[in-house]
């Protein structure tokens, strides 16, 4: 076995290279690009002529550079960077190239439980990638919202007042990117606020038009003219970018259903008509069949766990990936437990707790569970960390078997469990 340790940046890459029997023989510097990764590769075979044989650890599981490794047959072995450094010795020293040669060791060390990077397919890699854009642009839109909301509080309250509460509607956006300023807006006809409303396919033009008066002649207090024509700018910049969010989060909405379930939702039931298997996330329908599972978030969960759910040998394997298990530490007369586990995939332990949240409304036991945790003195986020910690087991049992959720089954196994009357 050829055991290669990869210190990797943007611009260049350390590596070292050993064997069992002498240890770290070589290291070198190369370059990130399409050269620099076919002399590594290269090297590596003509140590180890056995793709399979050779093991790369590094701190990293996502990159070109890992899926090159992955092209080439290596074995992928990814650490979490604390790993290493507690390897550094007491002084703490970051270097580059001792951090390859520390990598290097790992991948020698046949005593580590490190586990093998098993890759994402076609389906689950865009569907992660996908999951992951729509996660961060919900982020871009709540921060943009804020923004667009104390800006009108400052300049335009009537925009506010006509929107409610729902500031990000795609009719409130276009017409404050079309009227950015109170003035603007007061100007516009009667026609030509009914007009704006039938091209937005508005269902009442003229009550729109109404609407738009009414907000207008609310009593509010006076603004600035200065800043009334200073803010113009940055509300339609807002306006605009909120409705680019939109629409693009709508058509990542779309793909994630055409990925899970392996064709496009049609009609007003939404269903898939004659969905392809083999175009389909393994288990989509499985991860659909959980309540408080749509398939943004549903996309979001099946996205990071990814299609080979038998890396996970047990529901545990599964709740420490997101950080749902929580670690018990004793010392001597120190006893305390960790609630969240500092190494894991911060992505899906942000989706599962989102889940459990979700879940609250639309499943009975999920709420009975919860309101016990709240009764027994728990916080919130505690009690939604510990029922994402039961959801998680209950979805590792049904990808493992092949089965639907099914809310009657699970009640009546956790009544014979906790000795209940059904």
């Known amino acids: 076995m050829l055991a290669v340790g990869i210190d990797w940046a943007e611009e260049f890459h350390d590596i070292a290279l050993g064997t069992q029997e002498k240890g770290v ?11 620099g990764v076919e002399r590594l590769i290269g090297r590596c075979l003509a140590l180890e002529p056995d793709p399979a044989e050779v093991r790369v650890v590094l701190e990293t599981r996502h990159g070109l550079l890992v899926e090159a490794l992955l092209d080439a047959g290596f074995a992928v072995v990814p650490v979490n960077p604390d790993l290493v450094a507690r390897r550094r010795g007491p002084a703490r020293k970051k270097d580059d190239a001792e951090d390859a040669r520390i990598c290097c060791l790992l991948a020698l060390d046949r005593h ?3 586990k093998q990077l098993v890759p994402h397919g076609e389906i689950g890699g865009e569907l992660r990638a996908i999951a992951r854009d729509d996660e961060r642009a919900a982020r871009d839109q709540r921060r943009l919202l804020n923004r667009l909301r104390a800006d009108l509080q400052a300049t335009y309250p009537a925009a506010l007042k006509l929107a409610g509460s729902d500031l990000g509607a795609p009719t409130v956006l276009r017409l404050l990117e079309r009227w950015p300023t109170q003035p603007d807006l ?5 026609e030509d606020l009914a007009a704006f409303a039938r091209a937005g396919r508005h269902g009442w033009p003229e009550k729109f038009a109404d609407k738009v008066t009414a907000a207008l002649a609310a009593p509010s207090l006076a603004t600035r003219d200065y800043l009334v024509r200073a803010k113009a700018a940055g509300i339609r910049l807002a306006a605009v970018q909120l409705l680019a969010l939109h629409e693009a989060r709508r058509g990542w909405e779309r793909r994630m259903g055409e990925l899970l379930l392996g064709g496009p939702r049609t009609g007003r039931d939404h269903t898939v008509k004659d969905p392809d298997p083999g175009k389909a996330f393994p288990g989509g329908d499985i991860y659909l069949s959980f309540p408080g599972l749509g398939d943004r978030l549903a996309a979001r969960v099946a996205g990071e766990i990814g299609e080979h759910v038998g890396q996970f040998d047990a529901p545990n394997a599964l709740q420490c990936y997101a950080g749902r298990a929580p670690v018990t530490r004793r010392s001597g007369k ?4 960790v609630a969240r586990r500092l190494a894991h995939n911060r992505y899906l332990g942000d989706a599962v707790h989102q889940w459990a949240f979700c879940s609250l409304q639309l499943s009975g036991w999920a709420r009975q569970f919860y309101d016990e945790k709240i009764t027994a003195g728990k916080s919130h986020h505690a009690a939604l960390r510990a029922l994402g910690n039961r959801w998680l087991e209950i979805l590792w049992h049904c990808l493992t078997k092949g089965v639907l959720y099914d809310e009657a089954t699970h009640v009546a196994n956790r009544n014979r469990a906790l000795g209940r009357a059904a």
């Open 186 to 190: 007061a100007a516009a006809s009667r």
């Open 112 to 114: 580590a439980s490190l």
């Open 334 to 337: 120190s006893d305390f437990v």
């Open 25 to 35: 023989v070589e290291q070198f510097r190369v370059e990130h690009g399409p050269a």
